[in-house]
Nanobody, 129 residues
């Protein structure tokens, strides 16, 4: 049974940084596509960053245009943990952040599509003021 638990959210001033973590259990991180998504009040869930090594054997990372150059997704297979380093945070980054996992061989073009993911964490709130 796959479980994902996010942590690291909190309140931060604009321009600051946060690092989110997603601890995975029940599967090996590297065997699945992983993604970070966010949902602000009144808005649809959107893909923020995705990572996969199972499509071609080469690690692919994908970012939403709104976070390129500011956010970095990474994974530590030894710790079975996914990370999202967020720098230069903006007011519009305020949202509930979720990590997600799927065992399908998603191509990079689909890593930010929420309907392609099977397993979801409960989320961690990020508030930028």
């Amino acid at each position: 049974h796959v479980q994902l638990v996010e942590s690291g959210g909190g309140s931060v001033q604009a321009g600051g940084s946060l690092t989110l973590s997603c601890a995975a259990s029940g599967h090996t991180l590297g065997s699945r596509c992983m993604g970070w998504f966010r949902q602000a009040p009144g808005k649809e869930r959107e893909g923020v960053a995705g990572i996969s090594t199972i499509y071609t054997g080469i690690r692919h990372t994908v970012y939403a245009d709104s976070v390129k150059g500011r956010f970095t997704i990474s994974q530590d297979n030894a710790k079975n943990t996914l990370y999202l380093q967020m720098n230069s945070l903006k007011l519009e980054d305020t949202a509930m952040y979720y990590c997600a996992a799927d065992g399908s061989r998603l191509p990079p073009s689909q890593l930010l599509l929420s309907d392609k993911y099977t397993y979801w964490g409960q989320g961690t709130q990020v508030t930028v003021s």
